[in-house]
């Protein structure tokens, strides 16, 4: 075990002054964000809570039992009170006699919106007959890792007993559903002194006529299986020891941005997909392991766990201490064949007349050792939660195979979970995907008005975004602000100089790691200088060349690298200037360079549309507000340069424009958005000004 055992055990979070004074509907709120805020008690978006509760019903006044449970989606830690279901009890009773038997049971969930108390919208889980019929005011449904490994191992009946006595019994595999309600309340019938219920290959069930009696014997319960379990696994190799040994954390990152884009290239073929790398003690423990690849065979047990992880990993075939890298990627594509095969061949050994067609083949986790664990989902978030559900599971084949022989769901038993009616139809009601999703954009000079700008843009679509720049504060800043806007998944933010040939490999590598590759480019990383030509010297206009010219070759050179990895085209968007198209006073090195990166961006556009990759270019002018290049030197010359001040530049700027209109970072955004998204998909080798309109600026 990787943890001590006073690590292991987990702390009772009930606060009594926190509870004090809160409603019956509150307390169940209370109750299930603590049980959600440790993942040991149960993975996210798994498990339920319950409460029934007096309340009056609207139509006669009378006071009635209405059921509040978690309803379909959402997560325990997190959820709110409208997260929940409210159905009338007196009428979930009801729907005994409309039972029609198993093979029927999934038309019983068709009922449960006529049980619905006070018109709520939230929609009640296949799990409420669960909690409905369990004769206890309070119900706990959760997916410890400690329950789950004595729940997935062989003799588990046996082992529930060992530690439990008759305080928690014990169901057979049994698929979520009305069935599994009714043998709840058989089960509490005949045992009404038993806390609980350990459900084979699944999770627990605790109960309690109070939140608070509710609360503690869920915690007291797991820790009373986490305890047995350490005692029992005490000395025991785990997993059969170690068959290899982890590279150091460098390393392990630099082979997963070799390997996540090639892997992310292969499984975009219906729709973008994002990665994840987790190169936990936990991760590497299982990845290096002499029984990993018996036990990944295995698959997962609780049906959560299976669901976020698919029927099984692909194990890469990665030797750490021959660091066959190059193999490995010229092998990959029949490993990815060999898989996608596999999969197809369990659809067709357990499919239904009525089963969905056939869903995703890809794998979901990738296993390499020495390495770590990827994990490709459509959205960062979700690769991340699957990436943390397979650490469930490692956790749990960990304890189940210390103590017993550990064992996945059966085949058909899984597939039907997978292609569960129900849960094909929870699939075709998510919302329609935004026009970025999936996508991974990079923005240099992330720190800056239209960088920040773009970022934004870009995240409002679906995008995930890494900020570029070289100012550290400021980069983070920016990150940090759009974090609150978007969340923590979404974004990331390196320190990079265009400049430093190093620094860009490393950062398109951070990229690779922490999004599976890229697809968007927006070289905007910039500097702004003003003098006269006598006046201008060789370190100025060589300043400007290294940054605006040679930086966007750089940047442009990674990118075309790991976009041709990929194989999946890609969008890059210079944001350029008026000044590359229109001469101006006192800034030839600035125009100059200008002007050079444009040409740039048409040269790259022909080398880069026979593999899809598109280049076209912004043209700003005169963005003011957030702009970095317009603070310091810059605007005094600028403003020396136009006879004007500080705060007369930027209104000359507007009276100039055609359209006598400023310019503003969003606006830049807008364009950059335009080129990254499939609105352009035939567009390159273009530019778009956006200057409010300046003549000596149209493209001829």
Not at 355 to 376: C, E, H, K, Q, W
Request: net charge negative; hydrophobic share 40%; with cysteine.
């Amino acid at each position: 075990m990787l943890k001590t055992f006073e690590d292991q055990l987990l702390e009772n979070r009930w606060d009594n002054a926190a509870a004090e004074g809160l409603s019956e509907s509150e307390l169940l709120l209370y109750r299930s964000n603590i049980l959600g805020a440790d993942k040991r008690v149960t993975n996210y978006g798994g498990g339920n809570t319950s409460a029934k509760v007096i309340e009056t019903d609207p139509l006669t006044g009378q006071e009635v039992e209405v059921l509040w449970v978690k309803g379909s989606g959402g997560d325990i830690e997190s959820m709110k009170l409208d997260g929940f279901a409210t159905l009338y009890m007196d009428k979930l009773h009801a729907l005994k006699s409309l039972y029609r038997g198993v093979a029927y049971e999934d038309e019983m969930v068709g009922y449960l919106p006529h049980c619905t108390f006070r018109l709520n919208p939230r929609a009640a889980s296949i799990d409420t007959p669960l909690h409905a019929y369990v004769p206890r005011t309070h119900v706990d449904h959760v997916h410890a890792d400690a329950i789950i490994a004595i729940a997935a191992s062989e003799n588990s009946k046996a082992l529930t007993q060992e530690i439990f006595g008759d305080r928690i019994g014990w169901l057979p595999w049994k698929r979520p559903g009305y069935e599994l309600g009714l043998w709840l309340e058989a089960f509490c019938k005949d045992n009404p002194d038993a806390d609980g219920v350990v459900l084979e290959s699944h999770g627990l069930f605790t109960w309690g006529y109070t939140a608070r009696a509710c609360y503690d014997t869920t915690i007291d319960v797991i820790n009373v299986a986490t305890a047995w379990l350490n005692e029992k696994t005490q000395g025991v190799q785990a997993f059969g020891g170690a068959g290899h040994d982890s590279l150091p954390a460098l390393e392990r990152r630099a082979i997963a941005a070799q390997l996540m884009p090639a892997i992310r290239g292969f499984v975009s073929g219906n729709q973008h997909m994002v990665g994840h790398f987790d190169d936990s003690d936990a991760v590497l423990e299982f990845v290096n392991a002499c029984d990993m690849p018996s036990l990944a065979a295995l698959g997962t047990s609780c049906p959560d766990h299976f669901l976020r992880t698919k029927i099984r990993p692909l194990v890469v075939d990665f030797d750490p201490a021959k660091g066959n890298v190059d193999e490995v990627l010229a092998g990959l594509p029949t490993q990815v064949a060999a898989y996608r095969d596999d999969y197809a061949a369990y659809y067709e050994r357990c499919k239904r007349p009525d089963s969905p067609s056939m869903r995703d083949p890809n794998a979901v986790v990738y296993l390499i050792p020495g390495v770590g664990m990827i994990t490709f989902a459509n959205n960062k978030a979700t690769a991340r939660i699957s990436g943390e559900f397979y650490v469930n599971a490692i956790n749990v084949m960990r304890c189940a195979s210390a103590v017993s022989t550990y064992q996945g769901l059966l085949e058909q038993e899984a597939f039907d979970i997978e292609y569960w009616l129900l849960e094909e139809a929870k699939l075709q009601r998510m919302p329609k995907p935004k026009s970025l999703a999936g996508r991974v954009a990079l923005v240099t000079g992330g720190a800056g008005g239209i960088g920040a700008a773009t970022a934004e843009r870009y995240l409002r679509e679906g995008a995930c975004v890494m900020l570029a720049d070289i100012n550290a504060d400021g980069v983070e800043a920016v990150k940090d602000r759009l974090v609150q806007s978007h969340g923590a998944d979404v974004v990331r933010a390196t320190i990079m100089d265009v400049t430093d040939e190093a620094a860009v490999i490393r950062a398109m590598a951070d990229a690779a790691v922490e999004f599976g590759g890229i697809d968007i480019l927006v070289s905007n990383a910039g500097i702004a200088s003003s003098a006269p030509v006598e006046e201008t010297a060789l370190a100025l206009w060589n300043r400007n060349m290294d940054i605006l010219s040679t930086g966007y070759f750089l940047v442009s050179r990674e990118a075309f690298k790991l976009m041709r990895v990929q194989d999946m085209g890609g969008s890059i968007v210079f944001v350029a200037s008026k000044n590359g198209l229109a001469a101006s006073p006192n800034a030839s090195a600035y125009c100059t360079a200008k002007a050079a990166e444009i040409h740039l961006a048409r040269c790259l556009a022909l080398e880069g549309a026979e593999a899809g990759i598109r280049v076209n270019v912004v043209n700003p002018d005169a963005v003011l507000r957030g702009s970095k290049i317009w603070e310091g030197e810059w605007l005094e010359q600028r403003a020396d340069t136009y006879g004007t001040d500080k705060e007369g530049l930027e209104e000359m700027y507007r009276q100039r424009s055609m359209l006598k209109r400023s310019v503003l970072p969003e606006d830049i955004a807008e364009a950059c958005y335009f080129f990254a998204s499939d609105t352009s998909s035939k567009s390159t080798g273009n530019i778009l000004n956006v200057d409010a309109g300046n003549v000596q600026a149209f493209t001829r």
